[in-house]
């Protein structure tokens, strides 16, 4: 009876004594070394995965860089909207690290000058490089006032070219009759320029002949000038903008609104340039519906160094039809 027993406990157990060192792997499995525990077969979804690449759609990632084709990481910003002047002078200094570029101005002072990619750089004609900046090169330049960064921006770089006319716009500091003198303070540099009348000297006031007499102190004016030397411009236009008391009307968009500091800017119409006018909210009667693209009539008087709204009327409100 024992070793019937026994012999039953080796048949029916005896698979689970001894390894099945013989059994052949099946797919998907790889052959244990001996002693080694048994492998754990993977899932089969882990060792048929594939590297796998997936593009995003770009409209999700912010729609603000297919309106207008501008990437604002990658690009740099669209040149600032404003009055350009050409400016002439020989180079004192240039800061590649900083970019910008120091230049005494003819008519005298000197004006620190950035510049970036958006800048163009030519010598006789041709396109160049940063690298042609170099002390002591004679450059004429297009600036412009950098509102964002409160610089001076230039927009083209002439370097090595004939000496050209020139411009400067600002607000008359002196003017001496006998002895043939202005002195400018300029409108983007604040720095005072000073030119040189003769009887060849041209004069306008709106569209009109005038004389030196019309020209006063605290005029707005733009002059138009020949470089003469290092110091010292001949005037060979002056065109008197506007005079201390004098009345203008403007019509055109806001491009530019501070309620609280009483402010605006109107791009007018008759002559495309952008002005700052002063005013009082409280005299406005549509001053809730006054906003940026909004198109107004305004009557200002111009004061000693500035324009003051006597009148502001809404013509157009912003995005919207004409009021009748």
Request: aromatic share 6%; charged share 20%.
């Amino acid at each position: 009876m024992q070793r019937f027993l026994l012999a039953t406990f080796i048949i029916v157990f005896a698979p689970f004594l001894w390894p099945q060192s013989n059994q052949q792997p099946t797919a998907g499995q790889t052959a244990a070394a001996p002693g080694s525990p048994p492998a754990v077969p993977l899932p089969e979804s882990s060792s048929s995965a594939q590297p796998k690449t997936e593009i995003l759609d770009s409209s999700a990632t912010g729609g603000a860089l297919t309106t207008d084709g501008h990437d604002p990481v990658l690009d740099p910003p669209p040149l600032p909207e404003g009055i350009t002047t050409l400016a002439g002078g020989v180079i004192t200094g240039v800061d590649r690290v900083r970019n910008h570029m120091t230049i005494k101005v003819f008519g005298g002072g000197k004006w620190t000058v950035a510049f970036d990619e958006r800048t163009h750089i030519f010598r006789n004609g041709a396109e160049t490089t940063w690298a042609a900046l170099k002390k002591g090169e004679r450059v004429y330049v297009d600036t412009m006032l950098d509102s964002d960064h409160h610089n001076i921006l230039a927009r083209n770089i002439r370097v090595g070219v004939p000496e050209l006319p020139a411009d400067a716009e600002g607000q008359v500091v002196d003017v001496d009759a006998r002895r043939g003198t202005l002195a400018l303070r300029d409108r983007i540099n604040s720095s005072t320029v000073h030119f040189a009348i003769d009887k060849d000297t041209r004069i306008v006031q709106g569209g009109h002949p005038g004389g030196l007499q019309d020209v006063q102190q605290g005029s707005l004016v733009h002059v138009s000038f020949a470089p003469r030397s290092a110091n010292r411009g001949l005037a060979r236009e002056i065109a008197i903008i506007a005079t201390p008391g004098s009345a203008f009307t403007f019509l055109g968009k806001v491009t530019y609104l501070d309620m609280h500091r009483g402010l605006l800017a109107i791009q007018n119409a008759a002559d495309e340039r952008n002005y700052e006018i002063h005013f009082v909210p409280s005299q406005i009667g549509d001053a809730r519906k006054l906003a940026v693209g909004a198109q107004v009539k305004i009557v200002a008087l111009f004061e000693a160094t500035q324009y003051r709204a006597q009148a502001v009327t809404l013509t157009q409100p912003a995005n919207g039809p004409e009021e009748k």
